[in-house]
């Protein structure tokens, strides 16, 4: 998309829980993508698959028992290797702005939405002065279509959907070059879904400079704002491609890919048959193989990701080709 240094470069990120009797989880796999400036990258996935943790492992969140290998580098800063003070001090809302998945669980439960935004922007911002904060909270409540009336209630008591509009507003208050947002709309009705995304592309198209990392099971929402899309499967990244490609013609390569799409009720509305296996108990192979109609026996060994797919059997490249596959 550019020719600048991407806002963030990952490369062979993995990571693993360390558990009781030396088992081990496999949560993320040798992930490598960029974000490039001006750029929306949507990951997506089934429940499970691991993409909270990879954004978890991006922020320095990860419980005690977890280990990381590889690099994430946000500008000339290693987000894995960087110490907790850094990543408090300089990185958190400042570098990276995080839309939360559980806003529950972010949001301060003693304090009012109106207290926690003002704080945010004195400390963000430096802004400065009741007026001045007034003004600046009630701003970035309408950036997130967070009501003005519910501003000076408590998280408890609000909706599922108000507290996702409260996360947002807050991540959006610093302007953060990277904006990773997991799951922003959780709980939302469709019109809001869509006011949501569209802001959040706002923020990303505001000066091209900035990037999004979105990860997202609404695949209409992603449809609305991505640049390209990766598409994570049992802790690893299977397809890398173009939006539009992915979502039009020829549509996505990776079997896996195929039936999400196929799975939505304005196409095929025909679900995947059987369960992504445990990321404790991975097969030496392909982990779609089970569940894919190409499988032969070449996958029973890990398919390496050449081009844009990490396949085997990927369905053709070229829209023409694609065309056929999909008649076959």
């Given at each position: 998309?550019?020719?600048?240094?991407?806002?963030?470069?990952?490369?062979?990120?993995?990571?693993?829980?360390?558990?009781?009797?030396?088992?081990?989880?496999?949560?993320?796999?040798?992930?490598?993508?960029?974000?490039?400036?001006?750029?929306?990258?949507?990951?997506?996935?089934?429940?499970?698959?691991?993409?909270?943790?990879?954004?978890?492992?991006?922020?320095?969140?990860?419980?005690?028992?977890?280990?990381?290998?590889?690099?994430?580098?946000?500008?000339?800063?290693?987000?894995?290797?960087?110490?907790?003070?850094?990543?408090?001090?300089?990185?958190?809302?400042?570098?990276?702005?995080?839309?939360?998945?559980?806003?529950?669980?972010?949001?301060?439960?003693?304090?009012?939405?109106?207290?926690?935004?003002?704080?945010?922007?004195?400390?963000?911002?430096?802004?400065?002065?009741?007026?001045?904060l007034r003004a600046a909270d009630q701003q970035a409540a309408a950036r997130a279509e967070f009501p003005a009336g519910h501003l000076?209630?408590?998280?408890?008591?609000?909706?599922?959907?108000?507290?996702?509009?409260?996360?947002?507003?807050?991540?959006?208050?610093?302007?953060?070059?990277?904006?990773?947002?997991?799951?922003?709309?959780?709980?939302?009705?469709?019109?809001?879904?869509?006011?949501?995304?569209?802001?959040?592309?706002?923020?990303?198209?505001?000066?091209?400079?900035?990037?999004?990392?979105?990860?997202?099971?609404?695949?209409?929402?992603?449809?609305?704002?991505?640049?390209?899309?990766?598409?994570?499967?049992?802790?690893?990244?299977?397809?890398?491609?173009?939006?539009?490609?992915?979502?039009?013609?020829?549509?996505?390569?990776?079997?896996?890919?195929?039936?999400?799409?196929?799975?939505?009720?304005?196409?095929?509305?025909?679900?995947?048959?059987?369960?992504?296996?445990?990321?404790?108990?991975?097969?030496?192979?392909?982990?779609?193989?089970?569940?894919?109609?190409?499988?032969?026996?070449?996958c029973t060994a890990l398919p390496p990701f050449t081009g844009s797919v990490a396949c085997h059997h990927p369905a053709p490249a070229?829209?023409?080709?694609?065309?056929?596959?999909?008649?076959?």
């Open positions: 998309m550019t020719e600048r240094p991407p806002v963030l470069s990952v490369r062979g990120l993995s990571v693993r829980f360390l558990m009781p009797g030396g088992r081990r989880v496999a949560a993320v796999t040798d992930a490598h993508f960029d974000v490039a400036p001006g750029e929306c990258l949507a990951l997506i996935g089934e429940s499970g698959c691991g993409k909270s943790v990879l954004a978890s492992a991006l922020l320095g969140l990860l419980p005690a028992n977890a280990r990381t290998a590889g690099q994430a580098r946000l500008g000339d800063l290693d987000l894995l290797t960087a110490d907790e003070r850094t990543l408090a001090r300089t990185v958190r809302g400042r570098r990276i702005g995080l839309v939360p998945q559980s806003p529950a669980a972010h949001l301060t439960p003693v304090r009012t939405i109106r207290s926690q935004l003002e704080e945010t922007v004195a400390e963000l911002t430096g802004v400065r002065g009741r007026t001045a000076d209630r408590y998280p408890h008591e609000l909706s599922g959907g108000l507290a996702q509009r409260a996360a947002t507003a807050l991540a959006l208050v610093g302007d953060a070059p990277l904006l990773l947002a997991d799951e922003p709309t959780t709980g939302l009705d469709r019109d809001l879904v869509d006011r949501t995304v569209d802001e959040l592309r706002r923020h990303v198209d505001t000066d091209g400079d900035r990037g999004l990392l979105m990860i997202t099971h609404d695949l209409a929402a992603a449809e609305r704002i991505a640049d390209r899309v990766a598409v994570m499967y049992a802790g690893r990244i299977v397809e890398l491609a173009d939006a539009t490609a992915f979502f039009g013609t020829p549509g996505p390569r990776h079997p896996y890919s195929r039936g999400l799409l196929e799975a939505l009720p304005d196409r095929a509305f025909t679900p995947i048959p059987g369960l992504p296996p445990e990321l404790g108990d991975l097969p030496d192979g392909c982990a779609f193989a089970a569940r894919c109609p190409r499988a032969t026996g070449a070229d829209r023409a080709a694609a065309t056929e596959d999909i008649r076959a």
